[in-house]
């Protein structure tokens, strides 16, 4: 769970920033360059980033492995054609964690500025708490997962988030205190399906795979599960209503779901 903890904690951050820059410009200010300034601190924050995983490549383990030929480079289209099964499997493993990391993040962002439901900065103020929670929850999610199994602990959140999608709708469709709601508790659901959504098939991967299959299978979650997710529950919540919205999150826990029963299907049969 040490990895997943980049998410909340960089929210942290990110949603600071754009708490103090709300609080401080007026709103011409902001639409005209103040809404570009945390990019620039997030690409900052990315140089230091690179450099911290060019260390975590050269240490001695990983000299050890390359030199002993147990990891190696690995081409992608060769990974696809040898694992494509757990790469597929992986990535929708985690689609709910991923889906709901945006449908708590950005979409609530979108909807109350919309319907003028409350100030922007008191739902910024909320998500910042939220992502402490969001924290707690993760470093949690180890020790359930310790108890239980990562794979058991994926499905048990993939049930709560398809429970807690059915009140979506009540929720965003309130006033402030049920939309704050409906944040804190995505927030807590988030932190204990995501701490360890990145390892739930990771070791099924061959050895000399693992370290790009775990990548490129993270990289395809973000992909299906949160890259379109704040414009399709958006677009769907316009057409259609907040129980779009529902449908679309209760989606992604039953994709979950199934990835994880096939895997232990494969699982018993090797």
């Keep these: 769970m040490m990895g997943q903890l ?6 942290v951050v ?22 570009r300034y945390p990019f620039y601190v997030a690409f900052a924050i990315n140089v230091v980033a690179l450099f911290a995983r060019l260390r975590l490549v050269v240490t001695h383990e990983y000299t050890q492995l390359l030199d002993e ?19 597929f499997l992986g990535a929708f493993a985690a689609l709910a964690s991923f889906a709901l990391f945006h449908l708590v993040t950005v979409f609530p962002l979108s909807w109350v500025e919309l319907h003028r439901t409350q100030p922007i900065t008191d739902v910024l103020s909320v998500q910042v708490a939220g992502a402490f929670i969001g924290i707690l929850a993760t470093i949690a999610s ?19 988030i398809g429970i807690y999608s059915l009140f979506a ?11 704050d709601l409906f944040i804190l508790i995505g927030f807590g659901l988030l932190g204990l399906s995501y701490g360890q959504a990145a390892g739930a098939v990771t070791s099924n991967f061959e050895r000399r795979y693992r370290y790009t299959g775990a990548a490129l299978t993270t990289d395809f979650a973000w992909l299906f599960g949160a890259a379109f997710a704040p414009l399709v529950a958006l677009g769907l919540s316009a057409k259609f209503g907040l129980i779009a919205v529902s449908a679309y999150l209760m989606s992604g826990a039953l994709c979950t779901l199934l990835a994880l029963r096939i895997n232990r299907a494969l699982a018993s049969e090797e």
Excluded: H
């Design 6 to 11: 980049g998410a909340p904690t960089g929210f």
């Design 169 to 179: 709708p009540l929720l965003m469709g309130g006033g402030p205190i049920e939309q």
């Design 14 to 35: 990110a949603g600071s920033l754009f708490l103090f820059l709300n609080l401080s410009l007026d709103r011409g200010e902001f639409l005209e360059w103040g809404w």
């Design 69 to 87: 030929d147990e990891l190696e480079p690995i081409s992608t289209i060769e990974l696809i054609s040898k694992q494509d099964y757990n790469i």
């Design 142 to 160: 180890g020790r359930i997962a310790d108890r239980i199994g990562r794979r058991t602990t994926l499905a048990s959140m993939a049930v709560l």
